[in-house]
């Protein structure tokens, strides 16, 4: 095969790999953040990555989890809570999100649950607010992780977004 041919073999099979990914018959291929449909994802859990406390990448869907607000990079407790999540993240075996179809910024909007290997469901956004880590976002949870909040968690700040309107 010469050059030329090799290029133009290359060239189609990339342009395939596009159609099929923005054809929706193998999700996952390519990221598709140009939509924002209510939804269930799954992936297994080394499949998935801790970008922060609040953002995951389940498969290549970037993901906010929905109803708490964590420390932002600047903020001493950042370190803390990223970690947090990958240490909860290798008790997994699998991680299931509902998407409720909004966007915040470049992520999926939605709440998971890391699934062990007895099938126990954990809800690491209510785990992260019990550990000190995060705040409940009263304005997208409608309280739900408010209960969960420690001294800890009452100390860090509120992003304004996160207040009731």
Known sequence: M???TRLAFLLGVGLVLWAVAQ??????????TSTSEARQISSHA??????????????????????????????RTYSDGRQFMVVLLREATLVECDLEGRMSHD???GRCFFVTQDGQRIDPQAEIVKAGLARDCPRYSGGKYNQMETTESKALPLPTYCEER
Do not use: C, F
């Not at 054809?23 to 598709?32: D, F, H, R, T, Y």
């Open 107 to 109: 992520r999926e909007v």
């Open 46 to 75: 080394n499949l998935t990555r801790v970008i922060d406390a609040d953002t995951i990448v389940v498969g290549s869907t970037k993901v906010r989890l929905d109803g708490i607000a964590a420390p932002e990079m600047e903020h």
């Open 23 to 32: 054809s929706g018959l193998a999700p996952g291929v390519l990221p598709n």
């Open 2 to 4: 010469n050059r030329r």
